[in-house]
Protein backbone atom coordinates (compact mmCIF):
# COMPACT_ATOMS: atom_id res chain seq x y z
CA UNK A 1 0.00 0.00 0.00
CA UNK A 2 2.91 2.13 0.92
CA UNK A 3 4.94 1.72 -2.04
CA UNK A 4 1.26 3.22 -3.79
CA UNK A 5 1.57 6.54 -2.09
CA UNK A 6 5.38 7.02 -2.74
CA UNK A 7 4.65 6.33 -6.29
CA UNK A 8 1.89 9.30 -6.33
CA UNK A 9 3.73 11.55 -4.55
CA UNK A 10 6.64 10.80 -6.59
CA UNK A 11 4.31 11.41 -9.68
CA UNK A 12 3.23 14.55 -8.68
CA UNK A 13 6.49 16.18 -7.94
CA UNK A 14 7.29 15.49 -11.19
CA UNK A 15 4.30 16.74 -12.78
CA UNK A 16 4.93 19.63 -10.72
CA UNK A 17 8.33 20.20 -11.94
CA UNK A 18 7.59 19.57 -15.34
CA UNK A 19 4.89 22.22 -15.09
CA UNK A 20 7.19 24.94 -13.76
CA UNK A 21 10.22 23.99 -16.20
CA UNK A 22 7.58 24.55 -19.14
CA UNK A 23 6.21 27.93 -17.72
CA UNK A 24 9.39 29.42 -17.50
CA UNK A 25 10.57 27.94 -21.31
CA UNK A 26 7.46 29.49 -22.67
CA UNK A 27 7.68 32.69 -21.14
CA UNK A 28 11.12 32.83 -22.52
CA UNK A 29 10.40 31.86 -26.15
CA UNK A 30 7.32 34.10 -25.73
CA UNK A 31 9.59 37.25 -25.21
CA UNK A 32 12.04 36.02 -27.75
CA UNK A 33 8.77 36.18 -30.38
CA UNK A 34 8.20 39.36 -29.16
CA UNK A 35 11.17 41.10 -29.74
CA UNK A 36 11.00 39.44 -33.06
CA UNK A 37 7.59 41.28 -33.63
CA UNK A 38 9.47 44.48 -32.80
CA UNK A 39 11.96 43.81 -35.33
CA UNK A 40 9.34 42.92 -38.04
CA UNK A 41 7.48 46.51 -37.73
CA UNK A 42 10.98 48.76 -37.42
CA UNK A 43 12.01 46.67 -40.50
CA UNK A 44 8.40 47.93 -42.21
CA UNK A 45 9.16 51.63 -40.92
CA UNK A 46 12.47 51.73 -42.13
CA UNK A 47 11.64 50.57 -45.43
CA UNK A 48 8.62 53.41 -45.65
CA UNK A 49 11.29 55.98 -45.42
CA UNK A 50 13.33 56.33 -48.47
CA UNK A 51 9.81 56.92 -50.33
CA UNK A 52 9.04 59.15 -47.50
CA UNK A 53 12.42 61.49 -47.73
CA UNK A 54 12.51 61.54 -51.59
CA UNK A 55 8.60 63.01 -51.73
CA UNK A 56 9.58 65.67 -48.64
CA UNK A 57 12.97 66.54 -50.80
CA UNK A 58 10.77 67.20 -53.81
CA UNK A 59 8.93 69.78 -52.17
CA UNK A 60 11.64 70.64 -49.40
CA UNK A 61 14.83 71.43 -51.07
CA UNK A 62 16.72 73.15 -48.05
CA UNK A 63 16.27 70.86 -45.04
CA UNK A 64 19.52 68.78 -45.84
CA UNK A 65 19.99 68.54 -42.49
CA UNK A 66 16.74 66.83 -41.45
CA UNK A 67 17.32 64.69 -43.99
CA UNK A 68 21.21 63.49 -43.12
CA UNK A 69 19.38 63.20 -39.70
CA UNK A 70 16.50 60.91 -40.86
CA UNK A 71 19.04 58.32 -43.31
CA UNK A 72 21.65 58.31 -40.49
CA UNK A 73 19.25 57.51 -37.95
CA UNK A 74 17.75 54.72 -40.36
CA UNK A 75 21.45 53.35 -41.17
CA UNK A 76 21.72 53.01 -37.53
CA UNK A 77 18.61 51.11 -36.46
CA UNK A 78 18.66 48.57 -39.31
CA UNK A 79 22.39 47.52 -38.31
CA UNK A 80 21.35 47.26 -34.29
CA UNK A 81 20.99 43.91 -32.53
CA UNK A 82 20.51 43.25 -29.06
CA UNK A 83 17.57 45.12 -27.23
CA UNK A 84 19.40 47.92 -25.81
CA UNK A 85 20.92 48.81 -29.19
CA UNK A 86 17.87 48.35 -31.35
CA UNK A 87 15.65 50.36 -28.64
CA UNK A 88 18.24 53.56 -28.93
CA UNK A 89 18.64 53.34 -32.62
CA UNK A 90 14.51 53.10 -32.58
CA UNK A 91 14.41 56.19 -30.12
CA UNK A 92 16.78 57.74 -32.27
CA UNK A 93 15.10 57.10 -35.55
CA UNK A 94 11.55 58.00 -33.61
CA UNK A 95 13.06 61.68 -33.27
CA UNK A 96 14.40 62.19 -36.56
CA UNK A 97 11.35 61.24 -37.93
CA UNK A 98 9.25 63.87 -36.05
CA UNK A 99 11.52 66.16 -36.80
CA UNK A 100 11.16 65.55 -40.83
CA UNK A 101 7.60 65.77 -40.44
CA UNK A 102 7.63 69.37 -38.32
CA UNK A 103 9.77 70.00 -41.76
CA UNK A 104 6.67 68.89 -43.66
CA UNK A 105 4.41 71.06 -41.94
CA UNK A 106 6.27 73.90 -43.61
CA UNK A 107 5.02 73.22 -46.90
CA UNK A 108 0.89 72.65 -48.32
CA UNK A 109 2.06 71.94 -51.55
CA UNK A 110 3.77 69.27 -50.14
CA UNK A 111 1.64 68.12 -47.40
CA UNK A 112 -1.70 67.86 -50.22
CA UNK A 113 0.69 66.32 -52.16
CA UNK A 114 -1.31 62.72 -53.50
CA UNK A 115 1.26 60.70 -52.71
CA UNK A 116 2.29 62.45 -49.05
CA UNK A 117 -0.73 61.93 -48.38
CA UNK A 118 -0.87 58.43 -49.13
CA UNK A 119 2.40 57.55 -46.98
CA UNK A 120 0.20 59.75 -43.88
CA UNK A 121 -1.86 56.32 -43.56
CA UNK A 122 1.13 53.83 -43.91
CA UNK A 123 2.84 56.30 -41.45
CA UNK A 124 0.69 56.42 -39.07
CA UNK A 125 0.31 52.74 -38.71
CA UNK A 126 3.15 51.55 -38.88
CA UNK A 127 3.81 54.21 -35.49
CA UNK A 128 1.14 52.43 -33.99
CA UNK A 129 2.32 49.16 -34.73
CA UNK A 130 5.95 49.93 -33.55
CA UNK A 131 4.73 51.62 -30.11
CA UNK A 132 2.26 48.78 -29.69
CA UNK A 133 4.76 45.70 -30.72
CA UNK A 134 7.06 47.59 -27.82
CA UNK A 135 4.10 47.40 -25.22
CA UNK A 136 3.58 43.75 -26.22
CA UNK A 137 7.38 42.63 -26.04
CA UNK A 138 7.62 44.42 -22.71
CA UNK A 139 4.50 43.01 -20.78
CA UNK A 140 5.74 39.71 -22.00
CA UNK A 141 9.74 40.75 -20.35
CA UNK A 142 7.32 41.57 -17.16
CA UNK A 143 5.77 37.98 -17.09
CA UNK A 144 9.13 36.33 -17.55
CA UNK A 145 11.06 38.50 -14.99
CA UNK A 146 7.97 38.14 -12.73
CA UNK A 147 8.38 34.40 -12.78
CA UNK A 148 12.08 34.58 -12.75
CA UNK A 149 11.89 36.54 -9.33
CA UNK A 150 8.84 34.72 -7.16
CA UNK A 151 8.31 31.24 -5.62
CA UNK A 152 7.74 28.28 -6.86
CA UNK A 153 8.96 29.00 -10.20
CA UNK A 154 12.54 31.00 -9.23
CA UNK A 155 13.39 27.67 -8.13
CA UNK A 156 13.55 25.91 -11.51
CA UNK A 157 15.42 29.18 -13.22
CA UNK A 158 18.68 27.57 -12.91
CA UNK A 159 17.16 24.21 -14.65
CA UNK A 160 15.17 25.86 -17.05
CA UNK A 161 18.13 28.29 -17.97
CA UNK A 162 16.26 31.02 -18.08
CA UNK A 163 16.89 34.66 -16.56
CA UNK A 164 15.71 38.34 -16.44
CA UNK A 165 15.26 39.96 -19.85
CA UNK A 166 15.73 43.66 -20.12
CA UNK A 167 12.88 45.70 -20.44
CA UNK A 168 12.96 47.57 -23.90
CA UNK A 169 13.16 51.11 -23.35
CA UNK A 170 13.09 54.34 -26.05
CA UNK A 171 14.96 57.23 -24.35
CA UNK A 172 12.45 59.52 -25.81
CA UNK A 173 10.11 59.95 -23.34
CA UNK A 174 7.43 61.27 -25.65
CA UNK A 175 7.26 57.79 -27.37
CA UNK A 176 5.10 56.31 -24.89
CA UNK A 177 2.39 57.78 -26.09
CA UNK A 178 1.54 56.94 -29.66
CA UNK A 179 2.99 59.46 -31.62
CA UNK A 180 0.17 61.58 -33.49
CA UNK A 181 0.97 61.66 -37.30
CA UNK A 182 -1.24 64.57 -38.01
CA UNK A 183 0.08 66.77 -41.62
CA UNK B 1 -13.74 53.77 -7.62
CA UNK B 2 -10.51 54.29 -8.90
CA UNK B 3 -9.16 51.23 -10.69
CA UNK B 4 -6.49 50.58 -12.71
CA UNK B 5 -6.92 47.97 -15.97
CA UNK B 6 -5.24 45.29 -14.08
CA UNK B 7 -7.77 45.37 -10.94
CA UNK B 8 -10.73 45.67 -13.21
CA UNK B 9 -9.70 42.70 -15.10
CA UNK B 10 -9.09 40.54 -11.83
CA UNK B 11 -12.84 41.48 -10.28
CA UNK B 12 -14.46 40.78 -13.08
CA UNK B 13 -13.01 37.59 -13.82
CA UNK B 14 -13.74 36.42 -10.20
CA UNK B 15 -17.49 37.77 -10.41
CA UNK B 16 -17.84 35.40 -13.82
CA UNK B 17 -16.12 32.32 -11.72
CA UNK B 18 -18.80 33.03 -8.57
CA UNK B 19 -21.76 33.49 -11.14
CA UNK B 20 -20.54 30.08 -12.90
CA UNK B 21 -20.54 28.58 -9.89
CA UNK B 22 -23.92 29.89 -9.05
CA UNK B 23 -25.50 28.65 -12.50
CA UNK B 24 -23.99 25.42 -11.57
CA UNK B 25 -25.50 25.65 -7.65
CA UNK B 26 -28.48 26.33 -9.14
CA UNK B 27 -28.69 23.44 -11.67
CA UNK B 28 -27.49 21.14 -8.65
CA UNK B 29 -30.46 22.82 -7.07
CA UNK B 30 -32.88 22.20 -9.93
CA UNK B 31 -31.81 18.35 -9.99
CA UNK B 32 -32.27 17.67 -6.43
CA UNK B 33 -35.62 19.20 -6.08
CA UNK B 34 -36.60 17.11 -9.07
CA UNK B 35 -35.43 14.09 -7.12
CA UNK B 36 -37.66 15.35 -4.00
CA UNK B 37 -40.93 15.59 -5.91
CA UNK B 38 -40.83 12.98 -8.37
CA UNK B 39 -38.38 10.40 -7.43
CA UNK B 40 -35.41 8.82 -8.41
CA UNK B 41 -37.43 6.68 -11.02
CA UNK B 42 -38.71 10.12 -13.42
CA UNK B 43 -35.31 12.42 -12.25
CA UNK B 44 -32.61 9.83 -13.79
CA UNK B 45 -33.98 10.15 -17.02
CA UNK B 46 -35.69 13.37 -17.48
CA UNK B 47 -32.33 15.38 -15.85
CA UNK B 48 -29.80 13.89 -18.87
CA UNK B 49 -31.88 14.18 -21.53
CA UNK B 50 -32.62 18.18 -21.03
CA UNK B 51 -29.07 18.48 -20.52
CA UNK B 52 -28.51 16.48 -23.48
CA UNK B 53 -30.51 18.52 -25.88
CA UNK B 54 -29.42 22.09 -24.50
CA UNK B 55 -26.02 20.79 -25.03
CA UNK B 56 -26.73 19.44 -28.71
CA UNK B 57 -28.73 22.51 -29.41
CA UNK B 58 -25.93 25.41 -27.61
CA UNK B 59 -22.67 23.56 -28.56
CA UNK B 60 -23.46 23.01 -32.01
CA UNK B 61 -24.09 27.17 -32.44
CA UNK B 62 -20.71 27.84 -30.11
CA UNK B 63 -18.75 25.30 -32.60
CA UNK B 64 -20.32 27.08 -36.03
CA UNK B 65 -20.39 30.26 -34.06
CA UNK B 66 -18.58 32.38 -36.70
CA UNK B 67 -20.44 30.98 -39.53
CA UNK B 68 -23.64 30.88 -38.14
CA UNK B 69 -23.59 34.70 -36.82
CA UNK B 70 -22.20 35.71 -40.23
CA UNK B 71 -25.78 34.53 -41.23
CA UNK B 72 -27.69 35.75 -38.48
CA UNK B 73 -26.66 39.26 -39.11
CA UNK B 74 -25.86 39.21 -42.59
CA UNK B 75 -22.54 40.00 -42.46
CA UNK B 76 -19.86 39.65 -44.96
CA UNK B 77 -16.30 38.72 -44.68
CA UNK B 78 -14.38 41.39 -46.32
CA UNK B 79 -10.53 40.86 -47.45
CA UNK B 80 -7.31 43.75 -46.97
CA UNK B 81 -8.23 45.24 -50.48
CA UNK B 82 -11.80 46.39 -49.54
CA UNK B 83 -10.59 48.44 -46.42
CA UNK B 84 -6.81 48.78 -45.81
CA UNK B 85 -7.30 51.62 -43.37
CA UNK B 86 -9.77 49.18 -41.38
CA UNK B 87 -6.72 46.56 -41.51
CA UNK B 88 -4.16 48.57 -40.55
CA UNK B 89 -6.33 49.27 -37.35
CA UNK B 90 -7.17 45.73 -36.15
CA UNK B 91 -3.38 44.46 -37.47
CA UNK B 92 -2.54 47.11 -34.84
CA UNK B 93 -4.62 45.58 -32.33
CA UNK B 94 -3.00 42.47 -32.99
CA UNK B 95 -0.08 43.15 -32.49
CA UNK B 96 -0.60 44.94 -29.10
CA UNK B 97 -2.58 41.21 -28.03
CA UNK B 98 -0.50 38.98 -29.45
CA UNK B 99 -3.41 37.28 -31.03
CA UNK B 100 -3.96 35.88 -33.83
CA UNK B 101 -5.71 37.96 -37.17
CA UNK B 102 -9.37 37.18 -36.89
CA UNK B 103 -11.73 37.43 -40.36
CA UNK B 104 -13.38 40.78 -40.98
CA UNK B 105 -16.86 40.92 -41.83
CA UNK B 106 -18.77 44.12 -42.66
CA UNK B 107 -22.89 44.26 -41.94
CA UNK B 108 -24.56 47.18 -43.75
CA UNK B 109 -26.45 48.48 -41.16
CA UNK B 110 -27.27 52.02 -40.72
CA UNK B 111 -26.76 51.90 -36.83
CA UNK B 112 -23.11 51.76 -35.44
CA UNK B 113 -22.25 48.95 -33.98
CA UNK B 114 -19.69 45.90 -33.66
CA UNK B 115 -19.63 42.58 -32.35
CA UNK B 116 -16.90 39.35 -32.51
CA UNK B 117 -17.26 35.43 -32.49
CA UNK B 118 -15.74 32.58 -32.96
CA UNK B 119 -15.20 29.16 -30.84
CA UNK B 120 -11.68 30.25 -30.17
CA UNK B 121 -8.94 32.53 -31.24
CA UNK B 122 -7.70 31.06 -34.54
CA UNK B 123 -11.41 31.12 -35.54
CA UNK B 124 -12.31 34.52 -34.40
CA UNK B 125 -14.35 36.72 -36.53
CA UNK B 126 -14.98 40.76 -36.06
CA UNK B 127 -17.83 42.38 -37.81
CA UNK B 128 -18.26 46.09 -37.80
CA UNK B 129 -21.70 47.59 -39.13
CA UNK B 130 -20.84 49.99 -42.03
CA UNK B 131 -22.18 53.04 -40.42
CA UNK B 132 -19.61 52.44 -37.41
CA UNK B 133 -16.99 52.59 -39.80
CA UNK B 134 -18.55 56.25 -40.82
CA UNK B 135 -19.04 57.86 -37.62
CA UNK B 136 -15.40 57.01 -35.38
CA UNK B 137 -12.65 58.55 -35.58
CA UNK B 138 -8.85 56.73 -35.33
CA UNK B 139 -8.59 56.31 -31.93
CA UNK B 140 -12.30 55.49 -31.31
CA UNK B 141 -12.17 53.00 -33.92
CA UNK B 142 -9.00 51.29 -32.25
CA UNK B 143 -10.77 50.99 -29.24
CA UNK B 144 -13.92 49.06 -30.15
CA UNK B 145 -11.62 46.90 -32.60
CA UNK B 146 -9.74 46.50 -29.00
CA UNK B 147 -12.57 45.63 -27.36
CA UNK B 148 -13.76 43.06 -29.59
CA UNK B 149 -10.43 41.42 -29.87
CA UNK B 150 -10.86 41.24 -25.75
CA UNK B 151 -13.60 38.86 -26.62
CA UNK B 152 -11.95 37.14 -28.43
CA UNK B 153 -8.85 37.07 -25.86
CA UNK B 154 -10.95 36.34 -22.69
CA UNK B 155 -12.66 33.80 -24.97
CA UNK B 156 -16.50 34.75 -24.06
CA UNK B 157 -18.15 32.89 -26.90
CA UNK B 158 -16.84 29.81 -25.11
CA UNK B 159 -18.27 31.51 -21.55
CA UNK B 160 -21.46 32.72 -23.33
CA UNK B 161 -21.93 29.05 -24.12
CA UNK B 162 -21.44 27.59 -20.89
CA UNK B 163 -24.21 30.11 -19.60
CA UNK B 164 -26.54 29.41 -22.30
CA UNK B 165 -26.19 25.60 -21.61
CA UNK B 166 -27.00 25.77 -18.35
CA UNK B 167 -29.47 28.21 -18.56
CA UNK B 168 -30.98 26.11 -21.65
CA UNK B 169 -30.84 23.35 -19.78
CA UNK B 170 -32.37 24.76 -16.26
CA UNK B 171 -35.53 25.78 -18.70
CA UNK B 172 -36.19 22.73 -20.54
CA UNK B 173 -35.68 20.74 -17.12
CA UNK B 174 -38.49 23.12 -15.25
CA UNK B 175 -40.68 23.07 -18.67
CA UNK B 176 -41.01 18.89 -18.59
CA UNK B 177 -41.39 18.50 -15.15
CA UNK B 178 -43.75 21.26 -14.72
CA UNK B 179 -45.69 19.22 -17.70
CA UNK B 180 -45.19 16.27 -16.04
CA UNK B 181 -47.05 17.07 -12.49
CA UNK B 182 -50.74 18.58 -14.85
CA UNK B 183 -50.08 15.11 -16.63
CA UNK B 184 -50.19 13.51 -13.41
CA UNK B 185 -46.40 11.70 -14.36
CA UNK B 186 -44.05 11.23 -11.25
CA UNK B 187 -47.16 9.33 -9.35
CA UNK B 188 -43.89 7.63 -7.33
CA UNK B 189 -43.62 10.36 -4.86
CA UNK B 190 -46.20 8.88 -3.14
CA UNK B 191 -44.28 5.85 -2.40
CA UNK B 192 -42.62 7.83 -0.30
CA UNK B 193 -43.35 9.88 2.82
CA UNK B 194 -41.88 13.10 1.90
CA UNK B 195 -42.86 16.05 4.21
CA UNK B 196 -45.26 18.42 2.67
CA UNK B 197 -42.55 21.93 3.55
CA UNK B 198 -40.35 20.18 1.36
CA UNK B 199 -42.44 19.43 -1.80
CA UNK B 200 -43.44 22.91 -1.95
CA UNK B 201 -39.79 24.53 -1.68
CA UNK B 202 -39.05 21.89 -4.47
CA UNK B 203 -41.71 22.94 -6.25
CA UNK B 204 -40.98 26.75 -5.79
CA UNK B 205 -38.01 25.86 -7.19
CA UNK B 206 -38.33 24.09 -10.25
CA UNK B 207 -41.33 26.94 -10.83
CA UNK B 208 -38.75 29.75 -10.35
CA UNK B 209 -35.21 28.75 -11.74
CA UNK B 210 -35.38 29.46 -15.53
CA UNK B 211 -36.27 33.05 -14.41
CA UNK B 212 -32.90 32.72 -12.08
CA UNK B 213 -30.92 30.83 -15.17
CA UNK B 214 -31.44 33.84 -16.98
CA UNK B 215 -30.53 36.56 -14.58
CA UNK B 216 -27.23 34.72 -14.05
CA UNK B 217 -26.89 34.27 -17.85
CA UNK B 218 -27.40 37.91 -18.48
CA UNK B 219 -25.59 38.63 -15.58
CA UNK B 220 -22.19 36.64 -16.64
CA UNK B 221 -23.19 38.73 -19.96
CA UNK B 222 -22.65 42.14 -18.52
CA UNK B 223 -19.18 40.45 -16.48
CA UNK B 224 -18.20 40.03 -19.33
CA UNK B 225 -18.73 43.45 -21.12
CA UNK B 226 -17.05 45.28 -18.57
CA UNK B 227 -14.15 42.48 -18.50
CA UNK B 228 -13.97 43.17 -22.01
CA UNK B 229 -13.47 46.98 -21.09
CA UNK B 230 -10.90 46.62 -19.31
CA UNK B 231 -9.07 44.01 -21.61
CA UNK B 232 -9.25 46.79 -24.54
CA UNK B 233 -7.28 49.40 -22.43
CA UNK B 234 -4.33 46.74 -21.07
CA UNK B 235 -4.25 46.43 -25.28
CA UNK B 236 -4.59 50.21 -26.33
CA UNK B 237 -3.28 51.79 -22.72
CA UNK B 238 -5.72 54.87 -24.56
CA UNK B 239 -9.20 54.31 -22.16
CA UNK B 240 -10.37 58.00 -23.84
CA UNK B 241 -10.71 56.22 -27.27
CA UNK B 242 -13.19 53.52 -26.26
CA UNK B 243 -14.57 55.97 -23.93
CA UNK B 244 -15.05 58.23 -26.67
CA UNK B 245 -16.40 55.66 -28.97
CA UNK B 246 -19.24 54.00 -26.13
CA UNK B 247 -20.09 57.72 -25.94
CA UNK B 248 -20.84 58.08 -29.77
CA UNK B 249 -22.69 55.22 -29.60
CA UNK B 250 -24.71 56.00 -26.56
CA UNK B 251 -25.56 59.51 -28.42
CA UNK B 252 -27.16 57.30 -31.27
CA UNK B 253 -30.20 56.30 -31.00
CA UNK B 254 -30.72 53.82 -33.88
CA UNK B 255 -30.43 50.26 -33.40
CA UNK B 256 -29.29 47.34 -35.23
CA UNK B 257 -32.34 46.58 -37.18
CA UNK B 258 -31.91 42.63 -36.83
CA UNK B 259 -32.91 42.57 -33.07
CA UNK B 260 -32.53 38.91 -32.67
CA UNK B 261 -32.63 38.28 -29.20
CA UNK B 262 -30.17 35.16 -29.80
CA UNK B 263 -27.58 37.39 -31.28
CA UNK B 264 -28.30 40.49 -28.95
CA UNK B 265 -25.44 39.67 -26.28
CA UNK B 266 -22.51 40.10 -29.26
CA UNK B 267 -22.73 43.56 -29.84
CA UNK B 268 -20.95 46.19 -28.40
CA UNK B 269 -23.75 48.10 -27.86
CA UNK B 270 -26.68 46.70 -26.79
CA UNK B 271 -29.45 46.38 -29.75
CA UNK B 272 -32.35 45.25 -27.50
CA UNK B 273 -32.11 48.90 -25.50
CA UNK B 274 -35.70 50.11 -26.01
CA UNK B 275 -37.04 47.13 -24.94
CA UNK B 276 -35.24 45.78 -22.28
CA UNK B 277 -37.64 45.10 -19.26
CA UNK B 278 -35.00 46.08 -16.90
CA UNK B 279 -31.43 46.18 -15.85
CA UNK B 280 -31.22 42.72 -14.08
CA UNK B 281 -31.83 40.93 -17.37
CA UNK B 282 -30.26 43.07 -19.85
CA UNK B 283 -27.50 41.97 -21.24
CA UNK B 284 -24.75 44.40 -20.97
CA UNK B 285 -24.21 47.47 -18.23
CA UNK B 286 -25.52 50.61 -18.91
CA UNK B 287 -23.64 52.57 -20.90
CA UNK B 288 -23.24 55.43 -18.44
CA UNK B 289 -21.71 53.08 -16.40
CA UNK B 290 -19.42 51.42 -18.79
CA UNK B 291 -18.18 55.22 -19.69
CA UNK B 292 -17.68 56.35 -16.12
CA UNK B 293 -15.64 53.18 -15.33
CA UNK B 294 -12.92 54.30 -18.46
CA UNK B 295 -12.60 57.44 -17.21
CA UNK B 296 -11.50 56.53 -13.75
CA UNK B 297 -9.19 54.97 -15.79
CA UNK B 298 -7.86 57.95 -17.44
CA UNK B 299 -7.86 60.24 -14.28
CA UNK B 300 -4.79 57.38 -13.73
CA UNK B 301 -2.54 58.58 -16.34
CA UNK B 302 -0.85 57.00 -18.44
CA UNK B 303 -0.52 53.02 -17.59
CA UNK B 304 2.62 51.02 -18.17
Known amino acids: MEIFVVIGVIVLLAIFIVAQYNRLVRLNISVDEAFAQIEVQLKRRADLIPNLVETVKGYATHEQSTFDAVVSARAK ?8 DVAAADGMLTQALRGLLAVAEAYPDLKASTNFLALQEELSTTENKVAFARQFYNDNVRALNEAVATIP ?3 FVGLAKVSARPFYEVEDPQSREVPKVDF | MASN ?11 TYFLLAAMGLLTWLVAYAALTYFGAGTTSFVVPLAVGIALVGVWGSYYGSDKLVLTMTGARVIQREDNPELFNLIEEVVIASGLPMPQVAIVEDSAPNAFATGRNPDHALIAFTTRILEVMDRDELQGVIAHEMSHVANRDTLVSAVAATTAGAIAILSDFLTRMMWFGGGRDRRDSNQNPLLLIVSLAILLLAPIAAMLLRSAISRRRESLADATAVSFTRNPAGLRRAL ?3 AADSTVVRQRSNAVAHIWIESPLDGQAVSKLFSTHPPIEERIETLRAMESLGPQQ
Open chain 1, 77 to 84: ATSATGVA
Open chain 1, 153 to 155: TSF
Open chain 2, 5 to 15: FRSAQGANKRK
Open chain 2, 247 to 249: ETL
